[in-house]
């Protein structure tokens, strides 16, 4: 085994422990705790991948805005005086069950596809193609991106405003 | 030696803990918290078969709108579940039912 290996090894163990942790601690904010070392793996996942724009992405985007985020959610949906921040849970066999077999499903598709994969490609930056690509095919799609984002800072502004003042 | 199928069996283990999740959580936020697990499943998908396959980096396009779209989720998400404990005094997904009475 290479290092790259062990390195995988240890990652995926990592983003599969952290991620039961997540869906079964009892905590919300061990949960969230959790929810940040899936994230990291996932980044090391995508520098193993020779995707660094996309891994510093990830730790730029998920872990310093959506993980915050989620952390203000579960702050200000808590009465400060009240502060076991647990949750319960509930359908606990049907879930394990569904969740099961859809993981079957999965990892048996995922074994049994004759994937038509190359091995080896050598891996390069990806920023400067990522870019052109922006400016490029996916023009259309970046500029519908700059409007999704617009239209979800407004709605979620017009969400929470206070009713006295519409 | 890695293969395509490994990270697409932690992906997979990935999303099945996320569809657990989004299942057995009463709390709205960590519903949500199940749903990032998905989009971060689907995400490693399309960047190990962006590596895998001959093609250029098309998957990572896509996993970059993917995590576009996930931040917007989240903001507009949150809104509501603010909203919802506003109004409801709770953010348990079994007492939102004010429809059913």
Redesign the interface.
Known sequence: MSA??VL?LIV?VM??GS??G??LSRS?IY??FS?LF??FG?AI??V????D??AA??VL??VG??LV??L???M??HRLYNLNLT??????I???L???A??VC??LA??QTH????GD?SVQP?TD??GR??LGD?LL?FEL?SI??L???I??????RRRSDV | MITLQHYLLVSAALFSLGILGVLTRKNAVNVLMGIELILNSANLNLVAFSRFSSKGIDGQMFAIFVIVVAAAEVAVALAIVLTMYRMLKTVNLDQADVLKQ
């Open positions: 790259t290996d995988f995926a983003i599969v991620a039961a997540v869906v919300l949960s969230a929810l899936t994230f996932v996942f995508y193993l991948l020779g995707a724009f996309l992405t990830q985007i998920y805005g959506i985020l989620l203000f959610g579960v200000l949906t949750t319960e849970r509930f359908q606990l049907p879930g394990i569904i969740s099961f859809v993981f999965l990892a995922a074994i994937w038509h994969w190359v490609k990806t193609t990522i690509a922006f996916y799609p991106a999704l984002l239209i979800a800072l709605g979620a502004a017009m969400l929470v």
